[in-house]
């Protein structure tokens, strides 16, 4: 009955709501979200530098969150970096003092709070000639006053009347340095009223918003026709209204405070000449480099072409248009279809495409929507895990067939491990050692699926033709060559692809070399299957040597063109590591499927519907085995102290892991014998998952969270996931049609195309070196 139920509720769902009107509503969700953004900014203006200094609001403990905008936490040498040969300014009263001290302990940590408290506190940092003293004519200046004033003359109207004398007198004097300085002027905190000494009764918050209240309308109005260059620094009020309660004195603030203001400070003077990824406050919209403006002039005339193609055929289109039966009233289909023609096919794909990719540049690029950093707990890592979890058990249907690893059970492996990959990207769970440990153990799965499935399809196979190859190789990079372009990225940034291309690789000349050892011939001698673990034993050896020889590796990779590719920030290191970080498991994998098909093959196991897969004693003792084995791996990963150590063992511990779950799902027949249709749906578009999240649902090239609905975390995460989802499998969809017109069977017709595409990407190296030139 319960079935019956399930069946006839998804029947009603995919009735009312398909994957078609899905598509639809996030296309309409993204033009009003962009108008809404778009209208914002001219309305409140686009200037995140403005938000950074006025608005924002804590995370968790300790964490600030700037509105719309994310920052940067500075370390020494970028810091030093940032302000060499800079002047800076600190002008006011003790709380200033504070504030200097922290800004200065940012250059130098081990800088000491000492000084006469009422005189000049110098500081130089004179390797790095960076200079923190009112002396000079400085760069910099952050001033603010009041609490004494009002201290001193008891809180009378009298001391207001002058301070706002005080200020009038020297807002053109501010004025006229902020046209060539950069000007602060700092209001003034609340206190906390119950602290505060009975020499310090008279300073309340009353008087404190007076204060604040002269000072803001006097330093606005300085200028007549323009908006003031003095910048007002509001945003230490917010964050000293979530702490001031944890004051020592009820006037100054605790240390972690002011240390929030002084990055604060940093990240609006540094971020625009250092530009950190992750610190988008103050930064403005990269320019467009020659690659980009070529790829927009491509998908624009992509879409125009398509346009056209489209009017032009719509008549014929008319005329296959289903006519309605007058006596019935149902819709006739004609009899004639119009096939589509390819060159229809590759127009639609590459307009689909340029929308997509103008939001992927809006998202990421073009400063339109807003971006928030990551903040991590384990409710919001562990709550949607659950949730997902739920989800996967309730969506389920029976197998079209009970082999170990059939298609269905892999799709579902790679929709589940891809899930938890992106909830802990999202919620920043690599900060959290032991759920980052067991992460790279699904990343390692992957890679034993790649090993795996191509060993197998080669070995049952035997095609080595080009054609395969080729058909794999766009599948993989298709979509990551194109954001490469229009994101401006290396190709190592998207660096699981270069991973899976670089294995298959290796699996494809393994395999296709010389003898060429294929289960036909294996079949008829079992000497081939001799040679074939030799061959399986001399990619291990090769695999060991790269691995402990990092010279020999840098080298190889450092070759040019193969420098393009696998450079990144100069240099091949980030490529070595993450090579070396899973090195041995397309090797595990290649050897599980080989096995696997020799057992099968000589029908050891028991693949039959709600089978074993061995005898009920053996089955018993190897489920025992799996379960203690995933289960002893877990408290390893969690006890893990340090990364460093226990990156080092990854490499060959994580396939225990990977081996007992594939025991566990498989050697129940009952198991093997069900899937989750909601995990094997998203497994199915796992790649484009992976690499779409980068830029349309986290932000700032992963660093981030991508914003569209400001204000309420839960639904923002709902739209953008909703869209990110979408978007993802329209770009499978695109892939799969054009890998059917770019990749076709034909030897002759493939050989043209392929020179097509070794002379695009010459293009694409010489537009590249040209670019690298005009940035040096």
């Not at 079935?3 to 009312?16: F, T, V």
Request: glycine share 4%; proline share 3%; with cysteine.
């Amino acid at each position: 009955m319960a079935a019956l139920a399930y069946n006839l509720g998804k029947r009603e769902i995919n009735h009312y709501f398909s994957v078609r009107s899905a598509k639809l509503l996030a296309l309409v969700a993204v033009l009003l979200l962009a108008a809404c953004h778009l209208a914002s900014r001219r309305y409140r203006g686009n200037d995140s530098c403005e938000y950074l200094l006025s608005s924002g609001r804590f995370l968790g403990e300790k964490v600030w969150q700037p509105h719309s905008c994310m920052m940067h936490k500075y370390k020494i040498s970028e810091a030093k970096n940032c302000l060499v040969d800079k002047h800076i300014a600190f002008i006011g009263d003790s709380r200033i003092r504070q504030l200097f001290y922290s800004f200065v302990k940012i250059i130098n940590p081990q800088f000491k709070e000492e000084g006469n408290k009422h005189e000049n506190i110098p500081f130089e940092d004179k390797i790095a000639s960076v200079k923190v003293d009112s002396v000079a004519k400085p760069h910099v200046i952050v001033a603010g006053a009041a609490t004494w004033s009002i201290k001193i003359h008891n809180g009378s109207n009298e001391a207001l009347s002058q301070y706002k004398m005080n200020i009038t007198s020297i807002a053109p004097l501010l004025e006229k340095l902020a046209k060539t300085s950069d000007v602060y002027w700092v209001l003034q905190d609340p206190v906390y009223e119950d602290l505060l000494s009975e020499n310090r009764k008279m300073i309340t918050n009353e008087k404190i918003d007076a204060y604040n209240e002269a000072a803001v309308s006097i330093l606005n109005s300085s200028t007549r026709n323009s908006k003031s260059n003095v910048k007002m620094f509001s945003v230490s009020k917010l964050i000293a209204q979530e702490t001031i309660m944890e004051s020592l004195d009820g006037l100054h603030l605790p240390e972690s405070s002011r240390e929030t203001s002084a990055m604060i400070l940093m990240n609006v003077y540094c971020n625009k000449i250092l530009k950190p990824v992750d610190g988008s406050c103050c930064q403005p919209r990269p320019p467009l480099t020659l690659m980009q403006k070529l790829a927009a002039c491509f998908f624009t005339l992509s879409i125009v072409g398509y346009l056209i193609f489209y009017i032009i055929h719509r008549n014929a289109h008319r005329k296959n248009k289903p006519c309605t039966d007058l006596e019935s009233g149902e819709e006739k289909k004609n009899i004639i279809n119009t096939p589509v023609s390819p060159l229809e096919i590759l127009l639609q794909s590459f307009c689909k495409l340029g929308l997509i990719m103008a939001y992927f540049y809006m998202c990421d690029r073009a400063n339109l929507f807003m971006k928030e950093n990551k903040f991590y707990t384990h409710s919001t890592f562990f709550i949607p895990i659950i949730y997902i979890l739920v989800l996967g058990v309730f969506y389920n249907e029976n197998t079209k067939e009970t082999k170990v690893l059939n298609r269905e059970q892999t799709d579902e492996w790679k929709g589940w491990m891809q899930l938890v990959i992106l909830i802990y990207h999202i919620s920043g769970a690599s900060t959290f050692l032991p759920v980052y440990m067991h992460v790279r153990v699904l990343v390692a799965a992957y890679l034993f699926q790649t090993g795996y499935g191509h060993f197998s399809y080669f070995w049952i196979k035997g095609d080595f033709g080009i054609h395969r190859v080729c058909q794999v190789l766009f599948r993989l990079n298709f979509l990551v060559v194109v954001l490469c372009i229009v994101m401006d990225q290396p190709y190592q940034f998207y660096y699981f692809v270069p991973l899976v291309t670089v294995w298959f690789m290796v699996i494809y000349v393994t395999l296709a070399l010389w003898p060429q050892i294929i289960q036909k011939k294996a079949n008829g001698n079992c000497f081939w299957h001799f040679g074939l673990l030799l061959k399986l034993a001399f990619l291990l050896l090769c695999i060991c040597f790269l691995a402990y020889s990092q010279g020999a590796f840098e080298k190889i990779f450092s070759l040019w063109p193969l420098s393009k590719c696998f450079e990144l920030k100069g240099n091949v290191y980030e490529w070595w590591f993450r090579w070396r970080l899973d090195r041995y498991i397309v090797f595990h994998g290649m050897l599980f499927a080989f096995i696997y098909l020799a057992l099968q093959k000589r029908q050891v196991l028991s693949e039959g519907k709600g089978e074993p897969l061995f005898s009920n004693k053996i089955s018993n003792f190897l489920l025992f085995i799996s379960v203690v084995s995933f289960l002893t791996y877990s408290i390893w990963a969690s006890s893990c102290k340090n990364k460093a150590e226990c990156n080092e063992l990854h490499p060959s511990v994580s396939v225990v892991q990977i081996l007992a779950f594939i025991l566990i799902r498989n050697i129940p027949g009952c198991a093997r014998s069900v899937y989750s249709t909601f995990f094997a749906w998203f497994g199915k578009i796992s790649l484009e998952l992976f690499i779409c999240q980068y830029h349309i649902w986290l932000a700032a090239d992963t660093r981030g969270i991508l914003v569209l609905i400001p204000g309420n975390p839960m639904l923002n995460i709902i739209v953008s996931t909703f869209i990110f989802v979408c978007v993802a499998h329209e770009i499978s969809q695109i892939t799969n049609d054009l890998t059917q017109i770019i990749i076709p069977k034909d030897n002759s017709s493939l050989l043209k195309r392929l020179a097509c595409i070794a002379a695009f990407f010459c293009g694409l190296l010489i537009l590249s070196s040209i670019q690298d030139k005009s940035r040096h």
